[in-house]
């Protein structure tokens, strides 16, 4: 029976993640290697509650007992040794992924689930970070998280059927749907994501339109609801270059992050969370944005 659930990574995704879970009446622990994110994290979850009240999405109370429910800590050995899964949002970098994993199995308990929000990665390659490769399996949130009702479940090789079946339990206390597919790179959502961002930038590239141009073009046109280069400023351009690195790595040259794009990253323009992406946050606090 799963009572208490750390998320890894107060980052764009870690905060939602923990968010939920606190909502959906577990005792979350929220962890990172930085204070600053973990301040930033409380800052934002406070004010998704605070939202949260004034649209009657939840009551007073409701609200209260879960904030009451949340805690904040860098001290992941001390966390994770009293918990019941464990769910990873650390950048997407494999190196990074693998220090978590070998230290969570170091330090969890056996019966301890983990479950990884990589966007792209292999559930199985990281599972074989620890010697419970039946207990870790992926569960691909969707950003924001409070808002967005899919959660993406993958099995690895080695996922056992229980894994499965409290990933799911775990989705439904949260409020979401979820599919449930089995592991290849980029799943089915990131795969086709990545594929319409990058080739946005190479839009942008070649001098075809204005970013808003291309945006309302495949809002109105195609009826997305939000543009490419909107959804990329959310998610953050540098995790769009992660993830479209690691499939170009695995599933070949279709996915070649283009040029633009690792020049954005280059100049630390990597969206929303650094005020400035494709378009430009700096002035716009209340979530509008001019052409940058
Ligand atoms: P982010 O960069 O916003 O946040 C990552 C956080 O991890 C940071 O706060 C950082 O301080 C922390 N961190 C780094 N190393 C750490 C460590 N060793 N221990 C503890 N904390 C550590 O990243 P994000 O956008 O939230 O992405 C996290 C994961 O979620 C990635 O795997 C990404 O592919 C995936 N994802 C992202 C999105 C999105 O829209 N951004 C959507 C779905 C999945």
Not at 28 to 57: M, P
Not at 84 to 105: H, R
Not at 212 to 237: Q, R, S, T, W
Not at 244 to 264: A, I, M, N, S
Request: hydrophobic share 35%; net charge negative; proline share 4%.
């Amino acid at each position: 029976m799963i009572k208490h659930l750390t998320v890894i990574g107060s980052g764009v995704m870690g905060r939602g993640i923990a968010y939920v879970a606190a909502v959906g009446g577990y005792e979350t622990t929220l962890v990172d290697i930085s204070e600053k994110a973990l301040d930033s994290a409380q800052s934002e979850i406070n004010a998704i509650f605070a939202k949260g009240v004034q649209r009657n999405k939840l009551t007073e109370e409701e609200a209260n007992s879960s904030m009451g429910r949340m805690s904040y800590s860098s001290d992941l050995k001390t966390i994770v040794s009293k918990t019941d899964m464990v769910i990873e949002a650390v950048p997407e970098k494999l190196e990074i992924k693998k220090n978590i994993f070998e230290a969570i199995d170091q330090h969890a308990p056996d019966q301890c689930y983990f479950a990884t929000n990589t966007s792209t990665m292999s559930p199985t390659e990281i599972a074989s970070f620890t010697n419970r490769p039946g207990k870790v399996i992926a569960m691909h949130f969707f950003n924001p998280v409070h808002k967005m009702p899919l959660i993406e479940i993958i099995k690895g090789l080695d996922t056992a059927k229980e894994t499965v079946k409290a990933a799911n339990e775990v989705a439904a206390r949260m409020g979401k749907e979820t599919v449930t597919v089995n592991e290849f790179p980029g799943f089915v959502t990131s795969r086709i994501s990545a594929l319409v961002g990058n080739e946005a930038f190479y839009m942008l590239q070649e001098g075809v339109g204005e970013p808003e141009e291309i945006d309302k073009a495949i809002k109105l046109g195609l009826n997305y609801p939000m543009g490419p280069f909107e959804l990329g400023d959310l998610v953050g351009l540098d995790t769009r270059l992660n993830n479209l690195t690691y499939l170009h790595e695995t599933l070949g040259e279709k996915y070649r992050p283009c040029p633009l794009l690792v020049k954005y990253v280059k100049a630390g323009r990597i969206g929303r969370k650094s005020g400035m992406g494709v378009y430009d946050y700096r002035e716009q606090e209340q979530g509008g944005k001019n052409n940058a």
